[in-house]
């Protein structure tokens, strides 16, 4: 029988695109998965920069220990959490968010236990890596979970408040870690159980129960003639990929741990151009490995959406400019301003202020304006903030509220509207792809923040306390990528769309420009 639709596409005609099914209902109980899964978010932030605060108060209790030994103590947790993302975010579409998350929670509160209770630097360190195993499950599973339970047009708000949690969690991080270490540093991590044992009996109750993806190989096509299957289409089982589960770890691994040991190591010693070496070899492994694999532990098939693309590049390029920006702030107001540290964590306090009200903000801003205008305000907000440094910043800082606190409102109100647009994509993907596109999303976050850091370091040339025009230079090196993150920001409308039911049953394109 010949229909419309089988003549367009016999006669080279774009067929019509079948109207997608209407969006189920919001579930009443959203907020509440959303409040789980930003408890988990705000545990792996603050335990992140909690225990860099209190590492004198560690370095005192492991004397014997050398500096170098005892900075494994904070990069075992950032390098393990930064190469197991997207694997973790794999395992989770495989076997079940709900599960994932679950399992991820507990293990974190176990080894934040062990972390208390460590009686030596070695345990410390072992527990630290599992509690970066805990959160690398955790954090892209969390945020997989909470979007499918929001329709599209309240995805913005929900990762607002996920990103505004970050942000307390980050700007919290400092007072509670210098409280704690003051009394004793292992409440930092003891004060974590507690936490974790209310969010598991939540987590157990509320989040939605997801069982393993069962699919097969491959099939893409055109957008033109219908609508684009992204991944593998229902079926079978999924495949293991240990090799390329592996490939990415060690590639991840190794350009991570380059970034984060390079300050200590040497930018041009034999450790760190032998670690950024393997990262780059394995990488470009990895990726000839995935383009021919029948169902690989990432699948290239996710950066066929213009908007994940987009999103992966631009959060990139934010989180270059975003950690550069803090770390040099906090170098001018210990450096050239000669400010104690407790006064300069207070001076940063406007920046996650902001983010906090702004990202509340958001989802009325994205129906507003639309995702892309969004994005690139944001960008080019956050850009603004170091040229305001540039042209104003001068080297005793008694004019702060003048010459620095507009800066910080400047990059809080960008990361505020940037942010939650471009975690907003993992969206876009299929169901069962949900934890794996936050894996890669969250990973562009951990890798651009690596990288920052250690641009910034270059640029400086690893003074402690740099001068202003080494701060200038990387001010300019902070509106440059915070820029390029504004013009990936101007690519969000996409190029594929999923199909009809298959995006929480909308078959709707959540990051299609309004």
Not at 9 to 38: F, H, N
Not at 361 to 383: D, K, N, P, Q, Y
């Amino acid at each position: 029988m010949t229909t419309p639709s089988s003549k367009a596409q016999g006669s080279g005609v774009p067929a019509a695109t079948p109207d997608p099914a209407p969006a189920p209902a919001p579930s009443r109980r959203r907020w509440l998965i959303l409040a789980v899964a930003s408890a988990a978010q705000f545990l792996a932030v603050l335990d992140m920069i909690a225990v860099n605060i209190a590492f004198p108060a560690i370095g005192a209790d492991f004397r014997s220990a050398s500096t170098a030994e005892l900075s494994w103590v904070l990069n075992a947790y950032t390098i393990v959490l930064a190469a197991l993302l997207v694997p973790a975010g794999r395992l989770a579409d495989a076997i079940g968010g709900r599960r994932s998350f679950l399992t991820g929670i507990a293990l974190f509160g176990l080894a934040s236990v062990a972390c208390g209770a460590a009686p030596g630097l070695g345990t410390l360190i072992a527990a630290r890596v599992v509690q970066g195993v805990a959160a690398a499950v955790l954090v892209p599973t969390s945020l997989s979970l909470a979007l499918p339970a929001f329709p599209p047009r309240e995805r913005a708000t929900a990762v607002g408040v996920w990103t505004a949690v970050s942000a307390v969690a980050a700007s919290a991080g400092p007072v509670a870690g210098g409280l704690l270490a003051a009394f004793d540093w292992r409440w930092i991590f003891l004060v974590n159980p507690p936490v974790v044992l209310l969010a598991w009996g939540a987590g157990l109750r509320l989040l939605p129960r997801t069982g393993p993806v069962r699919t097969g190989p491959v099939r893409t096509g055109p957008v033109r003639t219908g609508p684009v299957r992204i991944g593998p289409v229902p079926g079978e089982r999924r495949r293991l990929d240990p090799l390329g589960t592996l490939l990415v770890l060690l590639g991840t691994g190794a350009l991570t741990t380059a970034c984060v040991e390079a300050a200590d190591w040497g930018y041009g010693a034999p450790a760190t151009l032998g670690f950024l070496a393997v990262g780059l070899i394995t990488g470009a492994l990895a990726v000839a490995h995935v383009r021919r694999h029948p169902d690989p532990v990432v699948d290239p098939a996710l950066f066929r959406t213009r908007a994940f693309t987009a999103a992966t590049l631009g959060l990139l390029s934010y989180f270059l400019a975003y950690a550069a920006s803090i770390l040099a702030a906090t170098l001018l107001f210990t450096g050239a301003w000669g400010w104690s540290s407790a006064r300069a964590g207070l001076a940063v306090t406007p920046w996650p202020l902001t983010v906090l009200v702004v990202s509340t903000l958001s989802g009325r801003i994205v129906r507003a304006l639309g995702e892309r205008t969004t994005a690139v305000v944001g960008g080019l907000c956050f850009a603004a903030g170091p040229v305001w440094w540039l042209l104003l910043a001068g080297g005793d800082g008694a004019h702060y509220a003048v010459e620095f606190m507009p800066g910080l409102v400047l990059t809080g109100i960008g990361a505020g509207l940037y942010q939650p647009v471009m975690f907003s994509a993992a969206g876009l993907l299929p169901a069962r792809q949900l934890s794996l596109g936050s894996g890669v999303l969250m990973m562009s976050r951990q890798g651009g923040s690596a990288l920052g850091v250690a641009a910034l370091v270059v640029i400086t040339g690893g003074a402690a306390r740099p001068g202003l025009d080494a701060l200038r230079a990387g001010w300019v090196f902070t509106a440059v990528t915070a820029a390029l993150a504004a013009v990936a920001g101007a690519a969000l409308r996409t190029g594929v769309r999923v199909d009809p039911g298959e995006n929480g049953g909308s078959g709707t394109d959540p990051l299609r420009h309004h």
